[in-house]
């Protein structure tokens, strides 16, 4: 569990809050937001790029006022130029368009440069998150900010995936921007929430991109948050927000869901290291509680793969029903007890725990967790094949290795 308290925000002043970020200089404290509880008028789980992108595309295709990108990984490709045109033409109408990207995740001054100078010279604002730079220029891509130190965005990658269009509508999920989630090579999923919750969304966005050096002006502000309106069925929901410090409001809801589960747990996760949150999921199949883990066959990231596999037998040994997925399984999501989810961008391994910028949304409903069954976990399990103990010499002996590093991994 963490310690240390957020800056809390109530609901009924979000835009006052907002103001305060436009109007005056921030520093990385301002982003450890702690919110309450809203609502949304609708949440739908959509899985597969090719399934997710095309509603994604057509909600910018709508914008009137502004569209906010948060991306980890925004390249080129078929996907990534579906979206570059998609934002530059929204912007041609005058629709406000800004982006913050990872520097590692999207490289925007490297490999990606032309796609990032196409944006930029439409009038598109692009932050850049830059972990690994200890020196790193101020302000908007390719305005010439003066250069500064970086030490409090050394060392936390900007992991989260969100988009923003209206005020209205957020996306939230573990995908990028990229052709590998399009294609089949790795299994994903959004979440699509519309209603007062997405004002949440938007104050993240907005107290990034302030941090960052990006400027919006006050004037715009009341056009960001508009008013809201659940409805007769609103759905309870918050936005959960690990900024680098000490508030880390999504590691603390994970632990939570599976130390308080009494009848069913699902856990979706690429990569499954941390034994605090592994002790819990076994734990919690110990005393009862049905637990699938949802994993990939074959995970793109060998040694967090090699760590995870050391924990199988306890795992299955406490009745943990452990399911590897046949492509690279990348989504991050937990169900409790069938009306609670938890998803977005936090995986189960350190960095994403502890360091990198990431962001969940939180839903209390029995028919959205009804809707994450049918459309994502029990088409995974069909799929998927029973997870195994280790056998080999060799492959026991790098796991334990693996393992060993996992508070690194």
Known sequence: MTTGAGIAVPNDRVREHAERLAAGPLNRRALALEFSE????????????????????????????SIHINQFGFRPGVVGEAFADALVAKAAEGVTVRLVVDRQGSKPEEDSRALYERLTAAGIEVCVVRATKPRAAVGPLGRDGATRWNLAALGHIDHRKVVIVDGGIG???????????????????????????????????LASFRWLGGVVPPAEVEMLFPSLDAGPEAIPAVVLHNAPGRYRPITDAIARLLETAVETLDVVNPYVTDRGMIGRI?????????????????????????AQRFHHAKLLDAGVRILEYPTMLHAKAFVRDGDELLAGTCNLEAWSLKRFFEIDLQVRSEAVASQFDERFSSPAEADSAPGRRLTGTKERAKAIVFAGLSPLL
């Open 38 to 65: 809203s609502a949304a008028s609708s949440v739908e789980v959509h899985v597969e790029g090719r399934n997710f992108y095309p509603p994604m595309l057509q909600d910018i295709a709508a914008a009137t006022s």
């Open 171 to 205: 996306w939230i999920g573990g995908a990028g921007i990229e052709d590998h989630f399009q294609d089949g090579r790795f299994h994903d999923l959004f979440l699509r929430a519309a209603g007062p919750v997405v004002a949440q969304l938007q104050l993240v966005f």
């Open 282 to 306: 076994e734990q919690a199949a110990r005393r009862g509680v049905r637990v699938r883990l949802f994993v990939p066959a074959n995970a793109n990231n060998w040694a967090c793969a090699a």
